[in-house]
T-cell receptor, first 113, second 116 residues
Framework: SAVISQKPSRDICQRGTSLTIQCQVD?????MFWYRQQPGQSLTLIAT?????????ESGFVIDKFPISRPNLTFSTLTVSNMSPEDSSIYLC??????????FGPGTRLTVL | AQKVTQAQTEISVVEKEDVTLDCVYE???????LFWYKQPPSGELVFLIR??????QNEISGRYSWNFQKSTSSFNFTITASQVVDSAVYFC?????????????FGKGITLSVRP
């Protein structure tokens, strides 16, 4: 497996503001993923982030709302923009260490007031 | 489109009981991967197992065992002699193969409560 860290671990934000979540991995990985888990719900993929290319977004998620950066093979950020209470969720990054084997970071618990 | 169904939403057992968590999947791919993850109250997602579509052998790891049956598109998870520490939400997931993309589709999860 790998050591995956996320910052912040949790935050409480005001409506209309933005929050950037960082994901750091202790080894180089090609593919990183960002998922959202709304309260009491399952995980939904937001986007796939490959180094050196634009992120690929899933249906229902747009770059203006969830811009993603992937500057190198060990790091990625997800920004939640212009937040509303509906954005309150756990945001998780994951990495594909071996083909089709994903490991997840500890998650960022976001509450929007 | 692929889909994962976990029909059970909540299960409550007494410690030392055996419990089986059901997972049924749908996919058009001939090559795919199935996963189980555990999410304890702390929120992190813990990888438990990956199984590829060509390997129907059942797997046992300590108190955990998995039964993969392609004929019924099921990948069920059994915990033997359950313990309070097994209390968590358990997710079954399916990996789609689209080029090198291994994104996961998750079921809704099963909340398991193990009472002392």
């Amino acid at each position: 497996s790998a050591v995956i860290s996320q910052k912040p671990s949790r935050d409480i934000c005001q409506r209309g503001t933005s929050l950037t979540i960082q994901c750091q991995v202790d080894s180089q990985v090609t593919m990183m993923f960002w998922y959202r888990q709304q309260p009491g719900q399952s995980l939904t993929l937001i986007a796939t982030a490959n180094q050196g290319s634009e992120a690929t977004y899933e249906s229902g998620f747009v770059i203006d709302k969830f811009p993603i950066s992937r500057p190198n093979l060990t790091f990625s950020t997800l920004t939640v923009s212009n937040m509303s209470p509906e954005d309150s969720s756990i945001y998780l990054c994951s990495v594909d260490l071996r083909y089709n084997e994903q490991f997840f970071g500890p998650g960022t618990r976001l509450t929007v007031l | 489109a692929q889909k994962v169904t976990q029909a059970q939403t909540e299960i409550s057992v007494v410690e030392k009981e055996d419990v089986t968590l059901d997972c049924v999947y749908e996919t058009r791919d001939t090559t795919y991967y199935l996963f189980w993850y555990k999410q304890p109250p702390s929120g992190e997602l813990v990888f438990l197992i990956r199984r590829n579509s060509f390997d129907e052998q059942n797997e046992i790891s300590g108190r955990y065992s998995w039964n993969f049956q392609k004929s019924t598109s099921s990948f069920n998870f059994t915990i033997t002699a359950s313990q309070v520490v097994d209390s968590a939400v358990y997710f079954c997931a399916l990996s789609e193969r689209s080029g090198a993309n291994s994104k996961l589709t998750f079921g809704k999860g099963i909340t398991l409560s193990v009472r002392p």
